[in-house]
Antibody, heavy 115, light 110 residues
């Protein structure tokens, strides 16, 4: 069955960096856009970034522009989210989802930015 | 940036009664390809969000037919014909025509 599994979340100090990973299975990975969505402690959902099936197109949200990059490895069915210059407001559970419909979500990985 | 506004933000419904959630966007979600990119999700307590409805009114696989979506352009509605205990959680609308943006969420209680 379709499955996505996030990993890489951690406690990091303000200004630090982190790489999140998303491992996918159960579908033809190279046919799909993949998005990252985060959920803050307050509960709201915020789209963060997406990458096209072959990796030649990507977009990131204004709130993380210049601090976040997304990439994928279709040979390994992996998507990465690189985050730098982390701030307290980046504290959230980060979900990987199969786009465009966002029809499959992982359990999320927690990123905590705190000193 | 397209802003999505949901009403109400919370809702208490007796089992077996209907429920309705509104979602309004600041711009039309009708794409040049003829599709309207409006989605509905339910996040049950302790779980990840799950897709209920895509492209305004298409039920995702396995979603009970008591859930239905309607609307066009900028005004959309999610309806539950007869609420069941398992429908408790937070409902979100999402636009996918200009990047993505979610509504604030509507908490449904029984």
């Amino acid at each position: 069955q379709v499955q996505v599994v996030e990993s890489g979340g951690d406690l990091v100090e303000p200004g630090g960096s982190l790489r999140l990973s998303c491992a996918a299975s159960g579908f033809i990975f190279s046919d799909y856009y993949i998005s990252w969505v985060r959920q803050t402690p307050g509960g709201g959902l915020e789209w963060v970034a997406y990458i096209s099936p072959n990796g030649d197109a990507m977009e990131v949200a204004d709130s993380v522009q210049g601090r976040v990059a997304i990439s994928r490895d279709n040979a390994k069915n992996l998507v990465y989210l690189y985050m730098s210059s982390l701030r307290g407001e980046d504290t959230a559970v980060y979900y990987c989802t199969r786009a465009v419909k966002m029809d499959s979500w992982g359990q999320g990985t927690l990123v905590t930015v705190s000193s | 940036e397209i802003v999505m506004t949901q009403t109400p933000l919370s809702l208490s419904v007796a089992p077996g009664q209907p429920a309705s959630i509104s979602c309004k966007s600041t711009e039309s979600l009708l794409h040049d390809d003829g599709e309207t990119y409006l989605f509905w999700y339910l996040q049950k307590p302790g779980q990840s969000p799950q897709l209920l409805i895509y492209e305004v009114s298409k039920r995702f696989s396995g979603v009970p037919d008591r859930f239905s979506g309607s609307g066009s352009e900028t005004d959309f509605t999610l309806m539950i014909s007869r609420v069941e205990a398992e429908d408790v959680g937070v409902y979100y609308c999402l636009q996918g025509i200009q990047l993505y943006s979610f509504g604030q969420g509507t908490k449904l209680e029984i």
